[in-house]
């Protein structure tokens, strides 16, 4: 594809310095471990693949989120978005979920989306926790605003750290933002931030040697909850 490179410097949005997330790994409650890595801009077309699935599925609103994650991924590919970040969890190098959001500035976060593949190990609520932690503790923000599209979501988020409510919009549109304060965050991580580092070496050379994907129908029934690996 044909870049003009004039144009690009005008339409690439500048991006704010950001510290690498280290790597950890989850013992999920099927005794599987997960690993949880950030993504690096290569990795989007193959993270699509997955998400793919997903934009058909009702159920739990994952048609909507999926949607809008799937844009944005492709916006930050392309380069059309501001300082934004995506984290996997692959589980025997299979991609079992995905996290994303953005820095507004260096103080304020922007959480973006969850999308837990597999269901019923609460996968979502690590690789929230995990993206909550990143903005804390790697990025040294003060804040992350974030909005829920799902009553699940609500649950996790909002009740179960529990957020701030605010009467700021959020860029997602919808209701005004709630807000993770650092305060909250010191007192909810010894709860929800779980996982070790390092990450043994054989289960982080399978994780950043191929993203895997299930097919179709067992992405649909790993989301269903009908069935575990």
Known sequence: MPVDLELEAVLRPPQLPM????PKVIVLANGKKMVIRQAVREDVPAILKSV?????IERDY???VSARLYGELLAWYRYRVKSEYCLLGQVDGYLVGVVNGRLENE??????????IDRGLRIGSHLFAAKMEYHMDYLGQEEVLIVAE????FRRWMIEYPLEMTTIPHELGGGDSYRLTRAIY?????????????????????????IKFA???TIRERIAGLKGR
């Open 150 to 153: 799902s009553p699940i979501g």
């Open 186 to 210: 010191l007192k909810a991580k010894p709860r929800l931030v779980v996982g070790d580092r390092p990450v043994p070496q054989n289960l982080l050379d399978e994780a950043e040697a191929e």
């Open 52 to 56: 793919h699935p997903c934009l058909f």
């Open 107 to 116: 103080k304020v976060g922007m959480s973006y989306h969850t999308l837990a």
């Open 19 to 22: 510290s690498p997330y280290p």
């Open 215 to 217: 097919d179709d129908d």
């Open 62 to 64: 994952y048609d909507i």
